[in-house]
């Protein structure tokens, strides 16, 4: 690695002692691999200044545990990839730098097993659909969600579409993962293979389990909230699951409320149907936002909801102290602890458009969580 290519920017997030000191101990060891070829650059910020600058980052890169180490490219700003602290790991020597992403097929490529111990290749995901289930037997939710997946790939199967789903195993030993394979109808990367399935681990970027990627025919990725799509629609009416542009807030989706800033509009509406006039009034500027990003190759820097009168919906207002009007449309920041709140008579398509456009422009100051 030629000098001067490698820039590592330490952003201090919290105040954390032993965290601190962990970063830190890895940072030399890298300091150390690549001697003079790394030029690190270490920033401290105060509390306040976190909250504005550095939780930008933490949105823009869905960063969700610390420490974490994200690689990108400085001259298009496109992640390379999202867990560097496994590429630190896995490659001390960096001789697969700059670490780009590579085509799933390649990574996947090698022998895959079936529960019944015989074995197959990537033949058998050729023009399918893909998931790429990251889960393990220790994990009780990943448990949880392994038996509604069941069920959803055999429905998946009768209606006839190609869907094939691929286990990256999180176990702790060869003899759990037999036992939790055992009850899965799909295919598995070998548990012996862990070079392989550290390198799935890197080019999706999991920051933790259950995780279900969702790969279109070509190997492309259609969503990596895999679990929020299939928890929505147990018929499997939506697949392959392409993302929506408006959700409606539930508590099968709500962990997505914590993935970055999140524009929820509240009405009053308590039955089913309800709430379709509200989709249909944001949906336009939320089909905007989904297209811009994606033609960029860029995650939206914003997620869309529409909620009703619902256990989840005062439990929203309750924790980020909202006021009880409807209609009300807010920004959420869970992350940076902050809201942003247009409390007006009528919401209209104007209203949203300028409301989010002046977001995302930084026009609007926040109120605190």
């Not at 690695?1 to 105040?15: E, F, P, R, T």
């Not at 610390?66 to 001259?75: E, R, T």
């Not at 286990?167 to 759990?176: G, K, L, M, P």
């Not at 070079?195 to 995780?211: C, H």
Request: proline share 7%; glycine share 4%; with cysteine.
């Amino acid at each position: 690695m030629s000098c001067n290519k490698l820039q590592i920017i330490y952003l201090k997030i919290i105040q954390c002692n032993f965290l601190d000191f962990c970063f830190r101990f890895r940072l030399s060891q890298l300091k150390c691999t690549y001697d003079k070829n790394v030029q690190t650059s270490t920033c401290f910020v105060s509390r306040k200044t976190c909250k504005i600058g550095s939780m930008k980052l933490w949105n823009k890169y869905k960063v969700t545990s610390i420490p974490s180490l994200v690689f990108v490219d400085a001259a298009t700003g496109k992640v390379l990839c999202r867990n560097g602290l496994l590429v630190v790991r896995d490659d001390p020597k960096g001789l697969e730098f700059p670490w780009g992403p590579k085509p799933f097929a390649e990574v996947v490529a090698g022998p895959l097993l079936r529960n019944n111990r015989q074995t197959t290749d990537i033949s058998s995901l050729e023009g399918h659909y893909v998931g790429v289930y990251f889960s393990a037997h220790w994990c009780p939710p990943c448990r949880s969600l392994t038996r509604v997946l069941v069920e959803s790939y055999r429905t998946v199967k009768e209606l006839g579409q190609k869907f094939e789903m691929v286990f990256v195993s999180a176990d702790r030993s060869e003899e759990s993962f037999q036992q939790y394979f055992s009850e899965m109808p799909w295919l598995a990367v070998p548990y012996s293979d862990e070079a392989r399935r550290s390198r799935l681990n890197r080019l999706f970027g999991i920051q933790g389990i259950p995780t279900l990627i969702l790969l279109d025919t070509e190997g492309h990725m259609i969503t990596r909230q895999g679990r929020v799509e299939v928890l929505n629609d147990p018929e499997c009416r939506l697949f392959p699951w392409h993302p929506r542009p408006v959700l409606e807030l539930s508590e099968s989706n709500a962990v997505q409320l914590h993935e970055g800033p999140c524009l929820v509009l509240f009405v009053d509406a308590e039955e089913e149907g309800e709430l379709e006039p509200a989709k249909e009034l944001i949906q336009p500027i939320a089909e905007k936002i989904m297209a811009k990003y994606k033609a960029k190759e860029e995650e939206t820097p914003l997620l869309f909801f529409v909620a009703g009168e619902d256990d989840m919906s005062d439990s929203l207002r309750d924790y980020t102290n909202l006021p009880e009007a409807a209609p009300l449309l807010t920004i959420l920041d869970m992350s940076a602890r902050a809201k942003y709140v247009k409390d007006v008579e009528e919401i209209t398509p104007a209203v949203v458009e300028t409301f989010v456009q002046d977001f995302l422009a930084e026009k609007l100051k926040p109120e605190p969580i």
